[in-house]
């Protein structure tokens, strides 16, 4: 089973930049697609990001040009989100996952980790 611990959210005003993080440990996912996802309250969560174990790159319309996923396969494997440009409607928990495929927006399990809060004020 895949640890997941996200951090690097926080509180800043629209416009600013804000860079994730998120550490996966437990096996092995060097060759796996991984994927970023939000959730806001009430809300079903959202695969905004995917990259795979080759690094190629698929975006949400709602963050493209202004996001930017990435990994670091050198030890445990840590994904990154650079988020450019925030918007307050874009204040939302946070969630990093290991995905079925490349083809597939669903988590490979239910495992998921406590998320990290990005709050942008207007």
């Known amino acids: 089973q895949v640890q997941l611990v996200e951090s690097g959210g926080g509180l800043v005003q629209a416009g600013d930049s804000l860079r994730l993080s998120c550490e996966m440990s437990?096996?092995?996912?060097?060759?796996?697609?991984l994927g970023w996802y939000r959730q806001a309250p009430g809300a079903e969560r959202e695969l905004i990001a995917r990259?795979?174990?080759?690094?190629?790159?698929?975006y949400a319309e709602s963050v493209k040009g202004r996001f930017t996923i990435s990994r670091d396969d050198a030890k445990n494997t840590i994904l990154y989100l650079q988020m450019n440009s925030l918007e307050p409607e874009e204040t939302e928990v946070y969630y990093c996952?290991?995905?079925?495929?490349?083809?597939?927006?669903?988590?490979?399990?239910?495992?998921w980790g406590q998320g990290t809060q990005v709050t942008v004020s207007s």
């Open positions: 990259i795979s174990g080759r690094g190629s790159t698929v």
């Open positions: 996952n290991v995905l079925r495929g490349w083809y597939s927006g669903a988590p490979k399990t239910g495992n």
């Open positions: 437990g096996r092995t996912v060097s060759s796996n697609t």
